[in-house]
T-cell receptor, first 114, second 112 residues
Framework: QQQVKQSPQSLIVQKGGISIINCAYE??????FPWYQQFPGKGPALLIA?????SEKKEGRFTISFNKSAKQFSLHIMDSQPGDSATYFC?????????????FGKGTKLSVIP | DGGITQSPKYLFRKEGQNVTLSCEQN?????MYWYRQDPGQGLRLIYY???????QKGDIAEGYSVSREKKESFPLTVTSAQKNPTAFYLC???????????FGQGTRLTVV
């Protein structure tokens, strides 16, 4: 079963705080793990992605931590800002499967309050 | 500007009516996808196509149909057989030589 489980469903963080969103997967063949950011009424946009050959990737205030043995990965948003308020989706794919499908988590609605 | 264009942004459907959502991309991507988004449900795959004139059912294909006559275009028809069509529909394209999916801005379909 190709599933990606995401938590929490919603998250409220004070401005300047750290936002943490977690995802767990089952399919050990997954080899690409992106995070997408979606603002209301818009399509998702790629935020940051990681492959399992590294345990962490950082881009600005956004960091992905990856634990291959636990089959878990997480998104950390440092110094969270009100402009980060959006819905975040984790996803996973198996680039060797030939179908190039992304399996998405159910999303986390982040609200950053001043 | 390269990207994916979905139209219309808003669409209203009467009971028993078929409607077609448009998706066009100029990214020269091989693969195109249709997702349905409902509150709290994430993105669920309806159909996808990796090559012209070929497409595959996703997880929730019942009540939907697609065509892929051109590489740039992947329209989705919501048929009268889809009993609960009110949702936000997202089209995406994927470069088979990479892994990033690019999304359109979505079409919000409402049954009236």
């Amino acid at each position: 079963q190709q599933q990606v489980k995401q938590s929490p469903q919603s998250l409220i963080v004070q401005k300047g705080g750290i936002s943490i969103i977690n995802c767990a997967y089952e399919n050990t063949a997954f080899d690409y793990f992106p995070w997408y950011q979606q603002f209301p009424g818009k399509g998702p946009a790629l935020l940051i992605a990681i492959r399992p050959d590294v345990s962490e990737k950082k881009e600005g205030r956004f960091t992905i931590s990856f634990n291959k043995s636990a089959k878990q990965f997480s998104l950390h948003i440092m110094d969270s800002q009100p402009g980060d308020s959006a819905t975040y989706f984790c996803a996973a794919s198996n680039s060797g499967a030939g179908s190039y499908q992304l399996t998405f988590g159910k999303g986390t609605k982040l609200s950053v309050i001043p | 500007d390269g990207g994916i264009t979905q139209s219309p942004k808003y669409l209203f459907r009467k009971e028993g009516q078929n409607v077609t959502l448009s998706c066009e991309q100029n990214l020269n991507h091989d693969a195109m996808y249709w997702y349905r988004q409902d509150p709290g449900q994430g993105l669920r795959l309806i159909y996808y196509s990796q090559i012209v004139n070929d497409f595959q059912k996703g997880d929730i294909a019942e009540g939907y149909s697609v065509s892929r006559e051109k590489k740039e275009s992947f329209p989705l028809t919501v048929t009268s057989a889809q009993k609960n069509p009110t949702a936000f529909y997202l089209c995406a394209s994927f470069n088979l030589r990479g892994s990033e999916a690019f999304f359109g801005q979505g079409t919000r379909l409402t049954v009236v």
